[in-house]
């Protein structure tokens, strides 16, 4: 992303995908990775509303690490300044 020109937007929507967020001694790795990634969009995207879509829940995913996981998600995005939204809450 830092090295792309990836032009202007009124919104940059940031997914977090299951794969490692299954695996619960990741989720510290996984935030701060996160982390980083919203603090690059947020100087790449300046201007643009930022959006942190959580994990997705999936087959083979225990609930706990899913709301563990987005849990954090939504503290992150809250404290970075992006907006946060469930996609469990969709479904």
């Known amino acids: 992303m830092e090295s792309r020109d990836l032009g202007h937007s009124d919104a940059a929507v940031i997914h977090v995908g299951t794969n490692d967020v299954r695996i619960p001694r990741k989720l510290y790795y996984i935030m701060g990775e996160v982390y980083d990634l919203v603090n ?3 100087t790449k995207f300046q201007g643009s509303k930022l ?3 959580g994990v997705l829940r999936s087959k083979g995913m225990k609930w706990r ?3 563990a996981a ?3 998600l939504k503290w ?3 404290n970075l ?3 946060y939204i469930d996609p469990n809450s969709w479904v």
């Open 76 to 78: 992150a995005a809250r």
């Open 51 to 53: 959006v942190l879509s």
């Open 70 to 72: 987005n849990n954090r």
């Open 81 to 83: 300044g992006a907006t």
């Open 65 to 67: 690490c899913n709301g």
């Open 40 to 42: 690059t969009a947020k």
